[in-house]
């Protein structure tokens, strides 16, 4: 007996969830950032974030990044 037909159903529902897409469906990929990212560095500019809209529209912010969150002071959990 070949071991894939007693794993027949369960491959079956694990391939139904898979195709469902609660979240909706995906608008960017990271590669797409990270290209972003590399190009905004070689232009040189320092990236302080980045805003992905609902969209999927990547929005470089320039500038030199905060420290942590962005808070008004340190966070307890960051070590000095």
Request: proline letters at 8%.
């Amino acid at each position: 007996m070949n071991p894939r037909d007693k794993l027949g159903p369960a491959l079956e529902g694990a391939k139904r969830l898979a195709n469902r897409r609660p979240r909706g469906e995906c608008t960017f990929r990271q590669r797409d950032v990270a290209a972003a990212i590399r190009a905004a560095r070689d232009a040189g500019l320092s990236v302080a974030r980045v805003e992905i809209g609902k969209d999927g529209q990547i929005t470089l912010v320039a500038g030199e990044p905060t420290k942590g969150n962005g808070a008004a002071g340190p966070h307890p959990w960051d070590e000095d």
